[in-house]
């Protein structure tokens, strides 16, 4: 009897032990997630610094909280205990990120007044895709970061490649490194057309156009388009918000696409970009109930937009961290080279069609 007594207090010993240890491991486990959550806030905040500095103003936060990243990759090396919250940054925020930026297309201008321009988007997503992957291919770039580029270029830059990273199946890396460059590139082509613009000879309108339709991203039309005056810029965000809103049929292009090809892999399915219908319905709220239904000031729209900005460059943070800057000589330059001749051809079939 004192045998059994003492064998079910063992038990209950044990028992009690077993639940505590999971109890500490589960604790554990919630703080590292954190953890990692919060070294992609403290980084993207320190990108967001970085930005102020002379020289690195004109590049912007994602990038610069990306180099922070990489430098960081290969000094300290990746960060593995707080891998599980790092990976949420990096995957969650970043589809969180796409879905907030819908709120950045305004339907109801596309429709009313951008329509029109759709037609000059998508013969430059298709130009810039096409071109990129043929350059590449002939130049024997890495088919995979190519590709980002050349949809990175045609589309909206760092928001086109993190949309459709996850339909590509590309890895961490190459989006890292696509956003940075796209950063980089663009920033410069933003920049060269401020200094052209004073001996084009173009129109207001038409400069803005030429922006709009040629350069990598929204940011980077503000840019360069602001100088040209009111006109330049509302006609060049226009014409961007056109190559936006042609990112979601162009997503379901290339499921449609990787799918036919079998290039996500034998027995491996595509899962459905649920976070592109996220960005339609914030889209089409922003458009229609934020502001006129439901009433809102300029500064929480502007707040809205900073937060997404901020959420993405946490996102770009997680994806900088698997960078191993060993690898990116020999894999990141041929695709660099063709996006760059892409983008220079790009701006020329652009100011000739304008």
């Given at each position: 009897?004192?045998?059994?007594?003492?064998?079910?207090?063992?038990?209950?010993?044990?028992?009690?032990?077993?639940?505590?240890?999971?109890?500490?491991?589960?604790?554990?486990?919630?703080?590292?997630?954190?953890?990692?959550?919060?070294?992609?806030?403290?980084?993207?905040?320190?990108?967001?610094?970085?930005?102020?500095?002379?020289?690195?103003?004109?590049?912007?936060?994602?990038?610069?909280?990306?180099?922070?990243?990489?430098?960081?990759?290969?000094?300290?090396?990746?960060?593995?205990?707080?891998?599980?919250?790092?990976?949420?940054?990096?995957?969650?925020?970043?589809?969180?990120?796409?879905?907030?930026?819908?709120?950045?297309?305004?339907?109801?201008?596309?429709?009313?007044?951008?329509?029109?321009?759709?037609?000059?988007?998508?013969?430059?997503?298709?130009?810039?895709?096409?071109?990129?992957?043929?350059?590449?291919?002939?130049?024997?770039?890495?088919?995979?970061?190519?590709?980002?580029?050349?949809?990175?270029?045609?589309?909206?830059?760092?928001?086109?490649?993190?949309?459709?990273?996850?339909?590509?199946?590309?890895?961490?890396?190459?989006?890292?490194?696509?956003?940075?460059i796209i950063a980089l590139v663009g920033t410069i082509f933003a920049v060269g057309y401020t200094i052209l613009?004073?001996?084009?000879?173009?129109?207001?309108?038409?400069?803005?156009?030429?922006?709009?339709?040629?350069?990598?991203?929204?940011?980077?039309?503000?840019?360069?388009?602001?100088?040209?005056?009111?006109?330049?810029?509302?006609?060049?965000?226009?014409?961007?918000?056109?190559?936006?809103?042609?990112?979601?049929?162009?997503?379901?292009?290339?499921?449609?696409?990787?799918?036919?090809?079998?290039?996500?892999?034998?027995?491996?399915?595509?899962?459905?970009?649920?976070?592109?219908?996220?960005?339609?319905?914030?889209?089409?709220?922003?458009?229609?109930?934020?502001?006129?239904?439901?009433?809102?000031?300029?500064?929480?729209?502007?707040?809205?937009?900073?937060?997404?900005?901020?959420?993405?460059?946490?996102?770009?943070?997680?994806?900088?961290?698997?960078?191993?800057?060993?690898?990116?000589?020999?894999?990141?330059?041929?695709?660099?080279?063709?996006?760059?001749?892409?983008?220079?051809?790009?701006?020329?079939?652009?100011?000739?069609?304008?």
């Amino acid at each position: 009897m004192a045998v059994q007594t003492k064998q079910g207090t063992a038990s209950l010993y044990n028992e009690m032990a077993k639940k505590k240890t999971n109890e500490t491991e589960k604790t554990t486990s919630t703080g590292r997630w954190l953890g990692g959550i919060a070294f992609t806030l403290v980084v993207a905040l320190l990108g967001y610094v970085l930005a102020k500095v002379p020289g690195f103003d004109h590049v912007g936060p994602l990038a610069c909280a990306i180099v922070l990243a990489v430098v960081y990759r290969q000094i300290w090396g990746y960060p593995e205990q707080l891998r599980t919250g790092i990976q949420f940054s990096a995957k969650r925020l970043l589809r969180l990120a796409i879905i907030l930026y819908g709120l950045k297309l305004n339907m109801d201008v596309v429709f009313h007044q951008g329509l029109g321009l759709l037609a000059y988007d998508a013969g430059v997503i298709a130009f810039s895709i096409g071109l990129t992957v043929l350059l590449a291919k002939w130049m024997k770039a890495d088919a995979s970061l190519s590709l980002l580029l050349g949809v990175g270029t045609g589309v909206c830059g760092a928001a086109a490649i993190a949309a459709v990273s996850p339909i590509l199946k590309t890895r961490d890396e190459d989006t890292a490194i696509g956003v940075g460059i796209i950063a980089l590139v663009g920033t410069i082509f933003a920049v060269g057309y401020t200094i052209l613009r004073p001996f084009l000879p173009l129109t207001p309108t038409s400069y803005g156009i030429w922006s709009g339709i040629s350069l990598h991203e929204i940011a980077h039309v503000a840019l360069a388009a602001a100088p040209g005056g009111q006109d330049a810029l509302a006609i060049g965000l226009l014409a961007k918000l056109g190559r936006v809103l042609l990112l979601v049929p162009l997503s379901f292009i290339l499921m449609a696409w990787m799918k036919k090809t079998g290039r996500a892999g034998a027995g491996t399915k595509i899962g459905f970009p649920w976070f592109l219908i996220g960005f339609i319905v914030m889209s089409f709220f922003g458009s229609y109930v934020m502001g006129n239904v439901i009433p809102v000031s300029d500064g929480f729209k502007d707040g809205i937009a900073t937060l997404t900005t901020f959420i993405l460059t946490m996102a770009m943070v997680g994806l900088g961290l698997n960078v191993n800057l060993r690898d990116l000589r020999t894999k990141a330059l041929r695709p660099l080279i063709a996006m760059s001749i892409t983008s220079v051809l790009l701006s020329v079939l652009a100011y000739v069609l304008v």
